[in-house]
């Protein structure tokens, strides 16, 4: 079974920054795109970033371009974002997950397979 540990969340102010960490069981890790999704209370789940299995593709949602960074460490296993200029706007429960091949255009992903997630709040 897929296991991914998100941390790194918590509470900020505005225009501060995070980072968020995902841990990935899978010995198959750095043969596999992976993604971070957010699911703010009361909306659906939606993409944020993916980086392809080598790191040299990544994608974001327009709304964090800019100000997000996502990257990955294949001897960890793990896979970052890295939040700036933060806003209200971006609380909510950040999950990673696993793509279903390499590539990140188009990114397909497990929809059944997510961690716990790790919740960011954002203070105006």
């Known amino acids: 079974q897929v296991q991914l540990v998100e941390s790194g969340g918590g509470l900020v102010q505005a225009g501060g920054s995070l980072r968020l960490s995902c841990v990935d069981s899978e010995r198959t890790f750095r043969d596999t795109a992976m993604g971070w999704f957010r699911q703010a209370p009361e909306k659906e789940r939606e993409f944020v970033a993916a980086?392809?299995?080598?790191?040299?593709?990544?994608k974001y949602a327009e709304f964090v371009k800019g100000r997000f960074t996502i990257s990955r460490d294949n001897a960890k296993s793990t896979v970052y974002l890295e939040m700036n200029t933060l806003k209200s706007d971006d609380t909510a429960v950040y999950y990673c997950?696993?793509?279903?091949?390499?590539?990140?255009?188009?990114?397909?992903?497990?929809?059944?397979?997510w961690g716990h997630g790790t919740p960011v709040t954002v203070s105006s």
């Open positions: 980086i392809s299995w080598n790191s040299v593709n990544v």
């Open positions: 997950t696993r793509g279903l091949g390499g590539i990140v255009f188009p990114f397909k992903y497990n929809r059944d397979s």
